[in-house]
Nanobody
Framework: RLVESGGGLVQPGGSLKLSCAAS????????VAWFRQVPGKEREGVSC????????YYANSVKGRFTISRDNAKDLTYLEMKSLKPEDTGIYFC?????????????????WGQGTQVTVSS
């Protein structure tokens, strides 16, 4: 089971750091991704990381503002979000699965967290 934390309300231009933890197993051999969901819109892949080699991928909408990272010793995956915009508002989900080849934002994920709300508003 995956558990996200770190969401909240922040003003435009602000920062938040999300965390994803696995409660019953390790993610050290997995691809871990962050997705976000806004009511009425399709779920969007935001960023992902391969725990094996640290390769990362980002959606164009967050490149240069978001950073995904992985602490294998603590078995935690982070999403650091800076220069937040109102359009970044949504529920952010952590997902994990056995890694495929290529861009991990395009693969399927079987394991999901419950999500954490991020609201960017003045």
């Amino acid at each position: 089971r995956l558990v996200e934390s770190g969401g909240g309300l922040v003003q435009p231009g602000g920062s938040l750091k999300l965390s994803c933890a696995a409660s019953e197993s390790t993610l050290n051999d997995y691809a871990v991704a962050w997705f976000r969901q806004v009511p009425g819109k399709e779920r969007e892949g935001v960023s992902c990381i391969y725990s094996t080699d640290g390769a990362t991928y980002y959606a164009n909408s967050v490149k240069g503002r978001f950073t995904i990272s992985r602490d294998n010793a603590k078995d935690l995956t982070y999403l650091e979000m800076k220069s937040l915009k109102p359009e970044d508002t949504g529920i952010y989900f952590c997902a994990a699965d056995i890694p495929w080849v290529g861009n991990c934002l395009t693969q399927l994920y079987d394991f999901w967290g419950q999500g954490t709300q991020v609201t960017v508003s003045s």
